[in-house]
């Protein structure tokens, strides 16, 4: 268990929808970070927050954002839904940011639009 | 974005010693060598990273070379659970992000 949770678990939905995703890091880790998983394109980072402001972006789609709360929980919100949305995603935190900071990751949210 | 390259898979028996090795010949003078593993259905976990000098916790054993060019993950008695997906990473200094490659799937033998 690394300490980092995620819900839900799976979420199944209809193209076209919106749905968010929440993460919840480990106790005292003040950075956040979102990746998604799909078969084709593998682990991809998507974005980053430290103590609440957006730090670093990757390749994430105008559909989707996240924030970071000030209780340092994090929500990643994706709309329009396409079929090829459906991955895993993935929530990790550490403890600051930077290059030599080991990253925790969640168990996941599995999404399928249908 | 500095890359690494790994081979795609490896076996080994049950309770012998596994070297995975990468290859990273751009790596810049401050990119960390990170490696996480991720086992079917669950997601990634961090191993271990080093900068410079060979670096060992209670997981692994990570060997870099002196120039730098390529790391070798060791562990030092393989068992079923180890079986997973092994990502070697350069975590480097103007980026807070990791770039996962294909990994090398490991596979162990009873």
């Known amino acids: 268990d690394s300490g980092v949770t995620q819900t839900p678990k799976h979420l199944i939905t209809a193209t076209g929808q919106r749905v968010t995703l929440r993460c919840s890091p480990r106790?005292?880790?003040?950075?956040v970070y979102w990746y998604q998983q799909s078969l084709d394109q593998g682990l991809q980072f998507l974005i980053q927050y430290y103590n609440g402001e957006e730090r670093a972006k990757g390749n994430i789609l105008e559909r989707f954002s996240a924030q970071q709360f000030p209780d340092l929980h994090s929500e990643l919100n994706l709309s329009s839904l396409e079929l090829g949305d459906s991955a895993l995603y993935f929530c990790?935190?550490?403890?600051?940011?930077?290059?030599?900071?080991?990253?925790?990751f969640g168990p996941g949210t599995r999404l399928t639009v249908t | 974005d500095a890359k690494t390259t790994q081979p795609n898979s490896m076996e080994s028996n049950e309770e012998e010693p596994v070297h995975l090795p990468c290859n990273h010949s751009t790596i810049s003078g401050t990119d960390y060598i990170h490696w996480y593993r991720q086992l079917p259905s669950q997601g990634p976990e961090y191993v271990i990273h080093?900068?410079?000098s060979n670096v060992n916790n209670r997981m692994a054993s990570l060997a870099i070379a002196e120039d730098r060019k390529s790391s070798t993950l060791i562990l030092h008695r393989a068992t079923l659970r180890d079986a997973a997906v092994y990502y070697c990473?350069?975590?480097?200094?103007?980026?807070?992000?990791?770039?996962f490659g294909s990994g090398t799937r490991l596979l162990v033998r009873p």
């Open positions: 990790a935190s550490s403890t600051g940011q930077g290059r030599f900071y080991e990253q925790y």
């Open positions: 990473i350069l975590s480097m200094d103007s980026s807070y992000k990791l770039i």
């Open positions: 106790s005292g880790d003040l950075s």
């Open positions: 080093g900068l410079t």
